[in-house]
């Protein structure tokens, strides 16, 4: 199994600013993928990042609102910009894992709160 | 990838087996049928997946009908630990984009003594 970490945790923003999430992978992938968690929602992809390659947006998604980084095969950013209230949400990245299983694995999630 | 039927949720005693269905009557013949788990504030975990037979890990089993338009996870002994919301997830099962998962609105499970 992979271990993913995710930085920050949690953040309070203000609105119109911009924060960037880390993910950290322990092992090299492929494929990360960003979901956003509304409260109280299931999860939505927003995008899938390949090293190497533009990311694949997700209906709904724009570059401009969540650029995306994949500069090398364990590491991936996510950036919320402009923020609104609206993008209060918990933001996850998970891998694939090198199984057959083709199971995904998890980061923590970073809660966000725009004020 | 075909969509999902869950109910929205559902109670279990301690020790006893949970069983939680999962409608995919549009399911493609190349498509498996995987479950994860989100306990409040993680991440969503993998628990098993499977395409026809039944499936059996440490942590679950899996029933799919024989026409495989639904399946069953159970959890034979069911603890606190296991209150989560389950999710009920049918796709292809190789590597690359169409390997994204989609998720519904899954089954919150309450586990109680």
């Given amino acids: 199994s992979a271990v993913i970490s995710q930085k920050p945790s949690r953040d309070i923003c203000q609105r119109g600013t911009s924060l960037t999430i880390q993910c950290q992978v322990d092992s090299q992938v492929t ?3 960003w979901y956003r968690q509304q409260p109280g929602q299931s999860l939505t992809l927003i995008a899938t990042a390949n090293q190497g390659s533009e990311a694949t947006y997700e209906s709904g998604f724009v570059i401009d609102k969540f650029p995306i980084s994949r500069p090398n095969l364990t590491f991936s950013t996510l950036t919320v910009s402009n923020m609104s209230p609206e993008d209060s949400s918990i933001y996850l990245c998970s891998v694939e894992g090198d199984t057959s299983y083709n199971e995904q694995f998890f980061g923590p999630g970073t809660r966000l709160t725009v004020l | 990838d075909a969509k999902t039927t869950q109910p929205p949720s559902m109670d279990c005693a301690e020790g006893r087996a ?31 997946h499977g395409l026809k037979n039944n499936e059996t890990n440490e942590m679950a089993s899996l029933i799919i009908t024989e026409d495989r338009k639904s399946s069953t996870l159970i959890l034979p002994h069911a603890t606190l630990r296991d209150t989560a919301v389950y999710y009920c997830i049918v796709r292809v099962a190789y590597t690359g984009t169409a390997s994204k998962l989609t998720f519904g609105t899954g089954t919150r499970l309450q586990v109680t003594l």
């Fill in chain 2, 18 to 48: 949970a069983n939680l269905p999962c409608n995919h009557s549009t399911i493609s013949g190349n498509e498996y049928v995987y479950w994860y788990r989100q306990i409040h504030s993680q991440g969503p975990q993998y628990i098993i």
């Fill in chain 1, 31 to 33: 494929m990360m993928f």
